[in-house]
């Protein structure tokens, strides 16, 4: 997530995880978007100005759960990524700007992905395609356009881990949010954890927006003096 992000909103409809939600909530975003291979998000390969990422960090996962049945093969999937990521640690240690890290991915972790690619080729036929293996091959190979997209832009990141982690808390409290009762209760619960967590993400206190925005808030507060309210904007007024 890029350090001038206005911050993130969780989105519930009736716990739906269905192609028409990412369709409906998206329908006029432009940019990027990183997922992992779930089949909803295909349908945004076709849509003009956006642009589909990959994560590598999911695609390393299912070497790694391949690697009781087919232990060296997939251990030098993984040896490939984990160049990668080094790459990305290097940069990440020199402070690179965003246009030093696109030209290091393209003219190092591009040729290590066209390498692994050709590898992925030969590895197919030495497994079966219902083998660990022969799933892990197939997920990386189908998203191998999406993963390499990243070293288009230095501002985008070789997967959504910060996403995920950024997740963990909702889905640790998911029993607690049985008790929101209804859809509305739900509802209100996502507005929330939206606005707690833009706090965190943008560096405002969630506890001193709060009290500050409870006591200025009011029914006349009007919509562009709500907007001024929010946690991106609130600290641009305070800076």
Partial sequence: MPPDSHGLYFYYHKG???????RAQLRDFRGAIQTDGYGVYDYFEQQPDVT???????VRGKFTDAQSSYPSLAQQATRYIELLYELEANLKARHATAEEIARERQSKALPIMD??????QVAAKDCTPSDPLGKALDYAYKLWPRLRRYADNGIYQIDNNAVERNQRPSVIGRKNYLFSKNDRGAEDNAVFYSLLESCQIVGVSPLQWLTDILQRISHDTTEQQIQAMLPYNYKKSQE
């Fill in 16 to 22: 739906s995880r269905a192609e028409a939600i990412p």
């Fill in 52 to 58: 589909l990422l990959g994560c590598m960090a999911h």
């Fill in 115 to 120: 390498t692994m690619e050709k590898w992925m």
